[in-house]
């Protein structure tokens, strides 16, 4: 069976290919010649994670997922939300967007926040959302050098380093991400025949 995830970013295509198993073949934008600009122009993660399933599902008939993730803290009134990657003007400028966080955050002691990840899949043409989140405060200063975005200053619940001083692995075991893929994918095990 084919699934079209609606993105064309390599390493989340290879996150959810790798937890797939069976008979469900997933494709990116790129693999079914898919070319389009699919404007991200929702205010819930939900609404954007949406807007791009429907975008292939209405396009091309095919069973296919959207996803959108942002960081959420609370004393920003959940800012940066679905605008993080874009907080500080332009895309994906991740040192802009972590000073401006830290800036905003320069004198307030509440410093809880969450990642959130929705996954919005239409199978056979009906629509469902699978949600992913960790709980976590921002630090005062960056530390650390890996993963990417907010992860230098995101410091995950239970834990006295941020995303960005994890490996790989450590960080995908608990990640708002890992934890929606992992619904969606408990979800998909059921379309799959059993061998
Ligand atoms: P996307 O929807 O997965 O592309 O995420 C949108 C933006 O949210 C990214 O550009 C980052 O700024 C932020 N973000 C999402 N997930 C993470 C993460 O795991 N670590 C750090 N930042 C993230």
């Known amino acids: 069976m084919k699934l079209v995830f609606a993105t064309n970013n390599a390493h989340k295509l290879e996150e959810v290919a790798n937890k797939l198993s069976g008979s469900i073949e997933l494709f990116g934008l790129n693999d079914i010649g898919c070319n389009d600009e699919i404007e991200e122009t929702g205010i819930t993660f939900n609404e954007n994670a949406s807007i791009k399933s429907h975008h292939i599902w209405n396009k091309y008939h095919l069973n296919c997922f959207g996803d959108d993730s942002g960081l959420e803290i609370d004393a920003l009134n959940g800012e940066p939300g679905v605008y993080s990657a874009r907080y500080a003007g332009g895309h994906g400028n991740h040192a802009a967007n972590m000073d401006k966080v830290l800036e905003k955050l320069k004198s307030e002691t509440n410093?809880?926040?969450?990642?959130?990840?929705?996954?919005?899949?239409?199978?056979?043409g009906e629509e469902m959302f699978f949600e992913g989140t960790v709980e976590g405060t921002i630090r005062h200063e960056r530390?650390?050098?890996?993963?990417f975005g907010y992860d230098p200053i995101f410091q995950p619940d239970g834990y006295t380093i941020t995303f960005a001083e994890m490996t790989m692995e450590e960080k995908n075991a608990i990640s708002?991400?890992?934890?929606?893929?992992?619904?969606?994918?408990?979800?998909?095990?059921?379309?799959?025949p059993t061998p």
């Open 111 to 124: 410093r809880k926040a969450r990642f959130r990840t929705v996954i919005s899949l239409i199978w056979d």
């Open 143 to 147: 530390s650390g050098s890996g993963g």
């Open 176 to 192: 708002h991400r890992a934890k929606a893929v992992e619904k969606l994918v408990a979800f998909l095990k059921d379309k799959q």
